[in-house]
């Protein structure tokens, strides 16, 4: 069984999608290749969330096992001509940001994972969609940051930062995520936590675009995205 997984840069069922992919790993080492499509955009964020590193138990490496980041990709993204050889047996993308969503909606073909899910569509492979925008409001995690009216200046977490990542507030494109700066603070100004949005009505219709796309099945929930990994295997 081989599966490629797409993963577009967006917080909201991350951690729950990196917890099923990993387990599958686990479960089916041996009967499962898995091959990571990561976005530009993801490839920041998983490192903000802490979760970058476990790719490598998803995607070991290896032929049909490698992790394929968009940052070393060109612009045709030759790799994703895999799919039209009829390479995987089914493409999962999870989670799948509003941005994604929306070009694959409309037919935009023009990153990794989007390119990935045209030409799996055109060759007939299956895919799977975990979009993190459906409809009402979501709860999304938010990454590490600095409470200022809680923070005493005493910078201790910036030097217990490995990554240089602390100034005024935490730099993302730095930050791996790690929690040393939170564990040092003797204040409590480090925190994560959530934000409470509202899905817009565009990404709501987006969303209805791609259920009438055949060869396309959107998940609603990651416990839907567990059902469909575990049906593949
Ligand atoms: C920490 C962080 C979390 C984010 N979470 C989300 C999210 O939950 N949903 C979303 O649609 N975009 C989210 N974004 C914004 C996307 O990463 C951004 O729109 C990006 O351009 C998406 O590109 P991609 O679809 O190619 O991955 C987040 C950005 C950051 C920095």
């Not at 530009?40 to 490496?61: C, I, K, N």
């Not at 200046?153 to 910036?158: G, P, S, V």
């Not at 564990?183 to 959530?194: E, L, P, T």
Request: hydrophobic share 40%; proline share 3%.
């Amino acid at each position: 069984m081989k599966i490629a997984w797409g993963i577009t840069g967006a917080g909201h069922y991350l951690k729950d999608s990196f917890e099923l992919f990993v387990e599958l790993k686990r479960l089916q080492f041996d009967r499962v290749n898995i091959t990571s499509f990561v976005s530009r955009a993801a490839q920041e964020v998983t490192r903000v969330y802490g979760l970058f590193q476990h790719l490598r138990t998803v995607s070991p490496g290896g032929y049909m096992e490698e992790i394929i980041l968009e940052t070393e990709q060109g612009w045709s993204y030759p790799k994703t001509g895999r799919f039209s050889r009829g390479v995987y047996d089914a493409l999962f993308i999870s989670p799948a940001t509003s941005n994604s969503v929306a070009k694959i909606a409309h037919g935009i073909a023009d990153s990794l994972v989007t390119n990935a899910a045209a030409h799996a569509l055109k060759a007939g492979i299956v895919v799977f969609i975990l979009p993190v925008d459906i409809e009402g409001r979501v709860e999304s995690p938010v990454p590490y940051f600095i409470n200022r009216e809680l923070c005493i200046q005493c910078r201790e977490c910036a030097q217990a930062c490995p990554n240089d990542a602390i100034d005024e507030q935490i730099d993302y494109l730095r930050c791996n995520g790690c929690g040393l700066c939170k564990d040092v603070c003797r204040s409590d100004a480090i925190i994560g936590g959530s934000v409470n949005l509202a899905v817009r009505e565009i990404d709501k219709n987006n969303v209805k675009a791609l259920l009438k796309q055949s060869g396309l099945t959107v998940l609603n929930d990651p416990t839907e995205l567990k059902d469909a990994l575990w049906a593949m295997v």
